[in-house]
């Protein structure tokens, strides 16, 4: 039982959690900047729904690509495609990651009074899931994995805040948007390793579309309008902004310049470098500055 366990976090790539779960906690803390404050069964709840939601997004999407992952050399070694795990044992862990994110979205209204997460709970659910069959029928599928994350910070806002007072709700759209545009540019980064599979396969990507230089300018691109969202957001939270939080995005713009730098045209043997390595600092990073920020209010 332990061996599944441990199999089936690694066919999820449990780790990689630290993608999405500080852009929901950098919302969270944000919201308990403003009255009534801090509550650690908020913070629970946030964290038990961004990790049973990922979860089963993530089994999922192996589970209808485990044809895709068996025909392609670098994705073959996967559990499915390598029988380490039987798809009826992840279709079941699936069913399990979203029953219990649906039920842990009842941890906001039954101690705060808050139903929206459980009302969203469903079409959030829906919308990540279907992610995994985007690239069948769109080039912009990045996009769509991108505005998956975009839903963290925003689910993390409304689950403290509720849908009240929608004048609020700029704080969370801004950092959202700034997290969809991050992610569809490092996915295209990713992608770029699979353009020659994809074509073969049918399967819709932008490397596979207009090519892997032309690709990597998008992704420069998106990463552009992270940076720019992140700015805006120094005036979308005021006045709980101030240097220490500047100087966090200027550090992050260099990180995304570090990570264009390492995946070239000619050379994509450091993909997974800048994806797995750049990302993960850039996510916790930035949670850490605004924790920072919002501490010593300078």
Same mark, same amino acid.
């Given at each position: 039982m332990?061996r599944?366990?441990?199999? +089936?976090?690694e066919?999820i790539?449990?780790s990689?959690t630290?993608f999405? !779960? @500080?852009?929901?906690?950098t919302?969270?803390?944000l919201?308990?900047?403003q009255p009534p404050?801090?509550?650690w069964l908020q913070l629970v709840g946030?964290?038990?729904?961004m ?6 997004a #993530?089994?999922?999407n192996?589970?209808? /690509?485990r044809n895709? /992952?068996?025909?392609?050399? %670098?994705?073959?070694?996967r559990h499915? @495609?390598?029988?380490?795990?039987r798809?009826g044992?992840?279709w &079941?862990? =699936?069913? +399990?990651?979203? &029953? ?5 979205t009842s941890?906001?209204?039954?101690a705060f009074?808050n139903p929206w @997460? #459980?009302y969203l709970?469903?079409p959030v659910l829906l919308?990540v899931?279907?992610y995994?069959l =985007?690239?069948r029928? =769109?080039?912009?599928?990045?996009f ?9 910070p ?5 689950a ?5 007072s !929608?004048e609020? #709700?700029? *704080?969370?759209l801004?950092?959202?948007?700034a997290v969809l545009f991050w992610?569809?540019?490092?996915d295209?980064l990713y992608a770029?390793q /699979?353009?020659?599979?994809?074509r073969?396969?049918?399967l819709?990507?932008?490397p596979?579309?207009?090519?892997v230089p &032309?690709a990597l300018?998008?992704?420069l691109?998106?990463?552009?309008v992270?940076?720019g969202?992140?700015v805006?957001?120094y005036w979308a939270?005021?006045?709980h #902004?101030?240097w220490?939080?500047?100087a ?5 713009a ?6 264009h730098w390492l995946?070239?045209?000619d /050379? !994509? =043997? %450091?993909v997974n470098q800048?994806?797995?390595? *750049? ?20």
């Amino acid at each position: 039982m332990l061996r599944s366990l441990r199999s +089936l976090l690694e066919l999820i790539r449990f780790s990689h959690t630290v993608f999405a !779960l @500080p852009f929901a906690l950098t919302s969270a803390a944000l919201a308990w900047a403003q009255p009534p404050g801090f509550e650690w069964l908020q913070l629970v709840g946030i964290v038990l729904c961004m990790v049973f939601a990922r979860s089963a997004a #993530m089994a999922f999407n192996r589970l209808v /690509d485990r044809n895709f /992952d068996a025909a392609n050399p %670098r994705t073959a070694g996967r559990h499915l @495609p390598a029988g380490l795990l039987r798809p009826g044992v992840v279709w &079941a862990f =699936t069913l +399990l990651c979203s &029953a219990a994110f649906l039920l842990s979205t009842s941890i906001f209204f039954f101690a705060f009074d808050n139903p929206w @997460p #459980m009302y969203l709970s469903v079409p959030v659910l829906l919308f990540v899931c279907a992610y995994s069959l =985007t690239k069948r029928f =769109t080039a912009l599928s990045h996009f769509w994995l991108g505005a998956s994350l975009f839903l963290a910070p925003v689910a993390a806002w409304i689950a403290i805040r509720g849908l009240s007072s !929608l004048e609020e #709700m700029g *704080v969370p759209l801004v950092l959202g948007g700034a997290v969809l545009f991050w992610v569809a540019g490092f996915d295209i980064l990713y992608a770029c390793q /699979d353009v020659d599979f994809d074509r073969k396969a049918r399967l819709r990507s932008v490397p596979a579309r207009i090519g892997v230089p &032309a690709a990597l300018r998008v992704a420069l691109l998106c990463h552009v309008v992270m940076v720019g969202l992140l700015v805006a957001l120094y005036w979308a939270a005021a006045p709980h #902004m101030g240097w220490i939080y500047l100087a966090g995005v200027a550090a992050v713009a260099g990180l995304l310049a570090y990570e264009h730098w390492l995946v070239r045209p000619d /050379d !994509l =043997t %450091r993909v997974n470098q800048a994806f797995f390595h *750049v990302n993960g600092i850039i996510s916790v990073g930035l949670l850490v500055v605004v924790l920072l920020q919002l501490l010593f209010k300078v």
